[in-house]
């Protein structure tokens, strides 16, 4: 059109020129300027990265100097006594006046002059002396106006042992069957280190024995139980002439159990006796160590786990005591009620479980999606259920635990149990909490993210690709298979991303649902039939919870509940690395230069 | 905006009498006066053989919207039929009409009917998926799938279950040459397909709608994305289709149009407007309107 126009609601532009010099101040919209929203976006989004790194970061500092050998320090203090340890925590307090009051009279001056030149502020320090069964107690606070003399004993030594925790004390000599054969420390440390591995190695074949053998048999033994208490059951449910071949049956079972029975017990006491040998040659060697109140103490060798002279460490030695540790962390059991030793079974239990409830919720979350996506008709119907999902994305976890307990462990578990493991109950197979049960609640709390996730990725496949299949001849269900999936496929290893790392890092339903803190075995194993998804296992959150909240130790606990910690994100991290790599590939592979 | 326009004249200050012509005559098809479409001789007494595809008073929706305005033409077997018009005229809503993929859409109605080579299109009782198989189209935006040259060829083939080895090597080399894109990608025809350009992806895409020999083929601004080389190998490859295969082209460029085709339809507003061999359309237009369209005048 040739017409212009001038629509009279436009502002007239107001100019000096037409006001002459007075100039007019018009009104300006403070959403007009920029910058004001600028730096408040800015600030915000610096506040939550300072939050995320900082939390991320302490965890970082706090579990990766959980093993690092600190020095042994030696305080005397002003009453005569003295500590020995390893220092772990350092805070300035204010001491009260009946805590000066305490000291001896001489000291009482003395204490206050120096506490008066710090303001009233004292240092103390919480040190771990170890030596429980000694002393009654594993820390010891020290304040510094106590502290007459510090030092670093050369030859402090601490021992890392089996039960009862650490134990710190010096170096005084080398026992053999209960005689001293020298007090010279030099020589005693060369002996240790001579026999210490012969004496790892009886351990572990005392474990393996224990363990692995006299499970087996046991295991053997209880399978035979378990064939007669069938019997049994059949034999009650019989009726007429099938009673007598029942009888027969159940006579045969309880005479093969029977010479089993006398079989496996000639075995086990053969084991017990090996055992027995193993266990008193380990104790033959032992350390003379020398406590604080002077007394000379002996530690058997069969008891440590790992010693060192912390004050003579170099760094290399250091780092391998610390890799010892982290070793130790990553590929063994827990010991001492969890607050010692490693994590594997938790490592090996929290995989296992995310691996299984990425199995059962990734082919649930796309087929869901699918269907929402590509065939539901939208209506009521649909956006019911979207807002129905969303909601559950909401619900607090532990009500799904709740759930999975009652509707999986007890109404489906001792289901099953009734149905194929009468002969087991009352004890319960699968009528309790398990590895599966846990992976199928889990599954059933990541649902949400993944359905959303995937409708989220269905939707964004362009139309034109499925019209293009559609006119190729291809029926709805080829081009969903062929074309949508392939395409939606990155975006869907996203959203099982998201998944796995919430999933992963839940603790408070499986408390309810199969995590324990110390699994007998492994959900996975050498026994038939492998996979044990009956088992209850543990996982590293409810590790963290164990230790840091429930350990009697608890001071000694909280540094683990760090590297615990640090270990849990790095599995998720790890997790999501791989999720992350696939996707790409897949990326890469299907969408890359579609513009 | 043309609700405000009349057809009077010297209302406004008009001083081409010809332009003032025009103005009137979209004013007539804006205002949804009927106007008979000018349908050449030549196109309206086809016997039946002649014909692939008859179009029969065809309408269509999307919504409360009508797009498509009781249009009715014969499209001859073995010839390349061009729809021109300006853009938003309804072109490639008609070709889409023709292997329904407008039923995708939601909200899409339509009256009238089609017949393949006799066959109704909208019957209740017909396939889809079949009656689909029968033609190739080649979208307004080249639409890859997300797989390998290869499978993107052979992809019609795959739906119908062929696995013969032999056939689908054969298949693709033939389509590929056919698409003047075998010598660019016959070294990597087990790469990803969303790395080609463009423009190979636009041949590609021509070579998946001739793959399964399809009866009629749907081209839709088949060249909008090709440099001119490109372009030239594609109206070459037309140019080879003809008689062969029915050939249903959309395009905006009218000497392409009149260089590629032996019969024009021009739409405007969803309506056929006039029909001819193109010839005849673009040296002696019977309608002002397309003569207009044709010298470049609107749209
Ligand atoms: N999916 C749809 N839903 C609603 N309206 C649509 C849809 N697709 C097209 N239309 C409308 O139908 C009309 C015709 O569109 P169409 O795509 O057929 O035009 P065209 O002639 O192919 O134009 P161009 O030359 O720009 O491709 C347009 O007004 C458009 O807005
Ligand atoms: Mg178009």
Partial sequence: MYVETVTPEQPQKITTSQHGSKAVKRFVALSSYGSPYLWLMGGMLGISLVMIVGLLLLILVMGSSTFWPQKIVQFETVDGKRHLGEITRTETYKPSNEQVGELPEAYRNKARQFLESQEGFSKRYLVRTGNYELTNTHFHWISDFQIQNTTYPEWAFVWERVSWGRFYGILKGFQVDGKTVTEDPWETYRLFQEQFPGVQKKRKQIYHLEKEVLGSLNSRLEKARLKVREKELNLKKATGESREARQRELQEAIDAYSSLKEKLEAEYGNVRSRIETLKAETKRHGVLMQVTDGSVVPVPLATIVRGYP????????????????????????????????????????????????????????????????????????????????????????????????????????????????????????????????????????????????????????????????????????????????????????????????????????????????????????????????????????????????????????????????????????ILNLVAIYLRNRLYRKFISREV | MLQKLEPVDGRRNMKDPKIQESVNAIVRVAHGMEMEPAIHPAVTHLKDNEVVLRIKEFSLWYGKTQTLFRISMDIPKGKVTALIGPSGCGKSTLLRSVNRLNDLIDGVRISGDMLLNGDSIYAPEVDVIELRKRMGMVAQKPNPFPMSIYENVVFPLRIDGIRDRRILDEVCERSLRGAALWDEVKDRLQDSALALSGGQQQRLCIARAIAADPEVLLMDEPASSLDPIATAKVEELIHQLRGEYTILIVTHNMQQAARLSDFTAFMYMGRLIEYAPTGILFVKPQLKETEDYILGRFG
């Fill in chain 1, 310 to 573: 912390a004050n003579q460490l170099g760094w290399l030695e250091k780092l391998s005591v610390y890799w010892d540790r982290w070793k130790e962390f990553l590929l063994e059991e827990p010991r001492e009620a969890n607050s010692e030793g490693g994590v594997f079974p938790a490592i090996f239990g929290t995989v296992v479980m995310t691996l299984l409830m990425s199995l059962v919720v990734s082919p649930l979350g796309v087929i869901a999606a699918l269907y929402l996506r590509e065939y539901a008709r939208a209506g009521v119907l649909v956006s019911a259920v979207r807002i129905a999902l969303n909601n559950l994305a909401g619900v607090p976890s532990i009500v799904f635990g709740v759930f999975g307990l009652g509707f999986f462990c007890y109404f489906l578990g001792t289901s099953i149990d009734r149905l194929f493991f009468e002969a087991r109950l009352p004890n319960p197979t699968f009528g309790t909490g398990g590895l599966l049960w846990s992976a199928l609640t889990l599954a059933l709390l990541t649902l949400p993210v993944v359905i959303v996730a995937s409708e989220e990725v269905l939707a964004a496949v362009p139309n034109s690709m499925r019209e293009g299949a559609y006119a190729c001849g291809a029926s709805k269900w080829q081009t969903i298979q062929r074309i949508v999936i392939p395409r939606a496929l990155p975006g869907i290893l996203t959203g099982m991303i998201l998944a796995m790392a919430r999933g992963a890092g839940e603790v408070a339903p499986l408390m309810l649902v199969g995590a324990v803190k110390l699994a007998p075995e492994l959900p996975i194993d050498g026994n038939f039939p492998f996979i044990h998804l009956e088992r209850s296992f543990m996982h590293l959150g409810f590790h963290i919870y164990d230790v840091g909240f429930q350990s009697q130790n608890s001071e000694a606990a909280k540094p683990m509940v760090f590297t615990t910690t640090l270990l849990l994100i790095l599995i998720i991290v």
